[in-house]
Nanobody
Framework: EVQLAESGGGLVHAGGSLRLSCVVS????????IGWFRQSPGKEREGVLC??????YYADFAKGRFTMFSDKAKNTAYLQMNNLKPEDTAIYYC???????????????????????WGKGTLVTVSS
């Protein structure tokens, strides 16, 4: 059974940082592209960031503030978020798909609904 489990969310002041983790099990971590998505209250889910074959794909709001890296030994992907803003308040999800192009499209176009596997999310709240 494929499982993705996010952690690391919490309350942070504007300008602060958080690092989210996504532990993946049930699939070969090396063969899948992990993407980060988020959903703010009252808004559609949107893509944040993924890295495929060493190349990052960012949503515009994430450029210059968010980065992603992985620890293959731990089957874990991380989302490092710096200079957080109140508008970054959202539930953050990691997700993956058999096709890396699907993940990239999900990040760049918001077509998240095609993704095969999702975590349950972790809440990030940024206070002003």
């Amino acid at each position: 059974e494929v499982q993705l489990a996010e952690s690391g969310g919490g309350l942070v002041h504007a300008g602060g940082s958080l690092r989210l983790s996504c532990v993946v099990s049930g699939l070969d971590f090396d063969d899948y592209t992990i993407g980060w998505f988020r959903q703010s209250p009252g808004k559609e889910r949107e893509g944040v960031l993924c890295v495929d074959d060493g190349r990052p794909y960012y949503a515009d709001f994430a450029k210059g503030r968010f980065t992603m890296f992985s620890d293959k030994a731990k089957n874990t992907a991380y989302l490092q978020m710096n200079n957080l803003k109140p508008e970054d308040t959202a539930i953050y999800y990691c997700a993956t798909d058999r096709e890396s192009d699907t993940v990239i499209a999900g990040i760049l176009t918001g077509a998240y609904y095609h993704m095969d596997y999702w975590g349950k999310g972790t809440l990030v709240t940024v206070s002003s």
